[in-house]
């Protein structure tokens, strides 16, 4: 199946300091989400992204589809920006019974301190 | 227009008893996603349900799970003889039809004692 890698695993910034991580994925794909989880658990959706550049506030996140990577950036992190971000893909060239089904990386940690 | 709705939030059973978790898509969604966040662990998917029908089940363990998603109501994930390694949160995910977005819930939180 499709693999999905993030950089960096953890990540730790002074509140206003800006960070970019990054998600490599292993086949093309028709579906990209990031998803931030905050410490209480909830998974907040923040991209749909399977090309292209989108930003919202200080966030931002760019997909390279031709060389399988897509950036989500952080600018002017604040605490509550703390948590782990999810990138997660399907595969594009799947059957119609993997369609829906996302792969999550492993996660990048972030904790920004005040 | 609400968001996917999980019930319970948290839910404490002990070992050999069944676990019902609920979930309700958000309005005009016909597509249900659910997924397993063990501890220190990412999230796999489970199971991909469409009303009526199992879609795609791959990621179900073969004994003790199974999944529906009836016409009327909510789908609803069961775990049968619970055991402490089913400790986990769940999470369903629902998308409309015409769109690939996946929006979450806010997760089931199962202890097996």
């Known amino acids: 199946g499709i693999q999905v890698e993030q950089s960096p695993p953890d990540l730790i910034l002074q509140e206003g300091a800006n960070s970019t991580l990054r998600c490599n994925f292993s086949?093309?794909?028709?579906?990209l989400q990031w998803f931030h989880q905050n410490p209480w658990g909830q998974l907040i959706n923040l991209f749909y992204?399977?090309?292209g550049t989108k930003q919202n506030g200080r966030l931002s996140a760019t997909t390279v589809a031709t060389e399988r990577y897509s950036l989500l950036y952080i600018s002017s992190s604040q605490t509550t920006d703390s948590g782990v971000y999810f990138c997660?893909?399907?595969?594009?060239?799947?059957?119609?019974?993997?369609?829906?089904?996302?792969?999550f990386g492993q996660g990048t940690i972030l904790t920004v301190h005040p | 227009n609400a968001g996917v709705m999980q019930n319970p939030r948290h839910l404490v059973r002990r070992r050999g008893q069944e676990a019902r978790l609920r979930c309700s898509p958000m309005?005009?969604?016909?597509?249900v996603y659910w997924y397993r966040q063990l501890p220190e662990e990412g999230l796999k998917f489970m199971v991909y349900?469409?009303?009526?029908?199992?879609?795609?089940e791959s990621g179900m363990p073969k004994e003790r799970f199974s999944a529906e998603f009836p016409k009327e109501g909510p789908s609803i994930l069961r775990i049968q003889q619970v055991v402490r390694g089913d400790s986990a949160a769940y999470f369903c995910?629902?998308?409309?039809?015409?769109?690939?977005?996946?929006?979450f819930g806010p997760g089931t939180r199962l202890l097996v004692l």
């Open positions: 995910a629902s998308s409309p039809p015409s769109q690939k977005t996946q929006y």
């Open positions: 086949d093309s794909v028709n579906n």
């Open positions: 992204i399977p090309s």
């Open positions: 997660a893909v399907s595969p594009a060239n799947a059957g119609g019974t993997s369609y829906g089904k996302l792969t």
């Open positions: 309005k005009g969604h016909s597509h």
């Open positions: 349900l469409q009303k009526e029908n199992i879609i795609d």
